[in-house]
């Protein structure tokens, strides 16, 4: 590429850059610099551009439009030419993925690892990782930050970062050179070993940390964990030098993953991260977790995802809503209209938030509610619902069933609401009453359950339940009969009672 084209005609000739026959290279980001600045050099320095990429110099496909306003530090630095400097521009990072997308992507199933029927996003599964680093914060910083660096590379699951097994292997290193001062050794990335935050000690002796340093990019290196792991996340760690470790922490990344160690699926990139100002100005933070799962939704399953597990459903008045799939969870339900549970269909309310439904359940399916918030039907009819699941949080007010028997599973839920015209009230697991919530008066009395009639065996569960009462300035009690149970209530220290 000439430095500029003499005796060229065009205002803004382009230039070509020619890597070889057979060459190619692997990029994500670009930058330039300007020349020294000096005399008119300030004056044609680029502040728009188009990158463009080619395979055969004929067809050339656009990568990048980007731009660059002049600035003060692009005036002369100096009347003389030894005096001026050259600036960086960019890196102007292209084509990576935004970590903030919810884009879902498809994952072979053999990647995924056991759930439940209803998840819709299962854990992750694989022995060989492939961490490959494109870019890192501060390529420009000068030599020692020309490279990568952590402490620790780590795979997360449930909100914990797990440790690797004793078959890891001491990673391999592909397109780089390790360093290997001041205790820089590959097998730190798996070590398990990660300094607490505020280790005063390792703080203190930051020039011999625990560190792993790659030094040319793009490199990557191979993890074999020796066995199966199954993860939902990822996170570095960071080391304790904080001068060129913060220039050395990834920008841009790409995690690999395979089960065999030679054919490798992506999972994840990240094109631009910025960490926070907690993780430069501390030794040894956590960078990420860097949730996985719900990027690939399991679709060889019996969920499915159509609405947001927590997205609140508000169905009017004359609307139906189907649900078609074998299970679905949604957010809070509200509105007047229909919810269709198709033939042995699971719709589960996500009570996250509270919410009060005055529509129609029709169909023949299981209306489940989970959750921490509080479900509230008013005057629903929940003729579709053969069975009422409350597997969390806890449903209030009126609902009637059209004379349906009707099975209620309490999985960890509670009911506070008065349902009625239920032909056999079935009861399974371990029955909790939400009782209600009242400031103003001395006693009071639900009738949560109306049946046709409630079997023995169902009495005696009812009979049995537990009150969630987080006042407790009430004393709570339940009437059984074969057909109703009623609870009530008298606020405690309004009665004396004298034998
Ligand atoms: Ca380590
Ligand atoms: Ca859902």
Not at 258 to 284: C, H, K, N, Q, R
Request: with cysteine; hydrophobic share 35%.
């Amino acid at each position: 590429m000439p430095k500029w084209a003499d005796g060229n005609t065009e205002t803004y000739p382009s230039a070509t850059i020619d890597v070889g026959e057979n060459n190619t290279v692997t990029f994500s980001s670009y930058r330039w610099y300007s020349p020294h600045n000096h005399g008119a050099d300030k004056d044609r320095l680029p502040t728009r551009w188009k990158i463009e990429i080619s395979t055969d110099n004929v067809v050339w496909q656009t990568c990048d439009v980007s731009a660059c306003g002049w600035t003060t530090e692009d005036q002369a630095k100096s009347s003389s030419w030894t005096g001026a400097n050259s600036v960086p521009r960019g890196p102007f990072v292209m084509g990576a993925a935004d970590a903030s997308a919810s884009s879902l992507y498809t994952l072979n199933s053999s990647y995924f690892a056991g759930g439940t029927e209803r998840d819709t996003y299962r854990p992750l599964k694989a022995r060989y990782f492939r961490l490959r680093v494109y870019e890192t914060q501060r390529p420009d910083a000068g030599a020692n930050a020309w490279g990568w660096q952590m402490a620790e590379f780590s795979l997360w699951k449930d909100g914990k970062r797990l440790l690797w097994p004793i078959t890891t292997a001491e990673p391999v290193l592909e397109g780089s050179t390790l360093l290997t001062s001041h205790n820089s050794a590959l097998t730190n990335l798996v070590n398990n070993i990660v300094w607490a935050e505020g280790d005063a000690d390792l703080k203190d002796n930051w020039p011999d940390p625990e560190r792993t340093v790659v030094q040319r990019l793009p490199s990557y290196v191979d993890i074999d964990a020796g066995q199966e792991i199954e993860f939902d996340a990822y996170s570095f760690t960071t080391t304790g030098n904080p001068g060129n470790q913060n220039d050395r922490l990834p920008k841009s990344w790409r995690l690999a993953i395979s089960s065999d160690g030679s054919a490798f699926t992506p999972i994840d990139d990240v094109g631009a991260y910025v960490p926070p100002a907690e993780v430069l100005a501390t030794p040894y933070q956590t960078v990420g977790p860097f949730p996985l799962s719900a990027k690939f939704p399991y679709l060889d399953t019996y969920a499915a995802n159509s609405i947001g597990d927590a997205s609140p459903v508000a169905i009017s008045n004359n609307a139906t809503l189907k649900i078609d799939a074998d299970y679905e969870k949604f957010g809070p339900l509200s509105g007047a209209g229909v919810l269709d549970l198709v033939w042995n269909a699971v719709g589960e309310i996500n009570a996250c938030a509270p919410a009060t439904f005055s529509g129609s359940v029709t169909g023949e399916g299981t209306l489940a509610v989970c959750g921490d918030s509080v479900q509230t039907f008013d005057g629903a009819t929940l003729s579709g619902a053969k069975t009422l699941e409350l597997n969390g949080g806890a449903i209030a007010g009126t609902a009637s069933f059209g004379g349906n028997d009707v099975t209620v599973a309490f999985n960890g839920g509670a009911t506070g609401a008065a349902l009625s015209g239920i032909g056999t009230l079935t009861v399974t697991g371990d029955v909790k009453y939400a009782v209600p919530d009242i400031t103003e008066i001395e006693s009071c009395s639900v009738t949560l359950f109306t049946a046709a009639e409630i079997p023995a065996a169902s009495q005696e569960l009812l009979e049995a339940g537990e009150f969630v009462d987080a006042s407790r300035k009430w004393n709570w009690g339940v009437t059984v009969t074969g057909t109703t149970v009623t609870l009530y209530g008298n606020k405690r220290g309004t009665a004396l009672m004298i034998r």
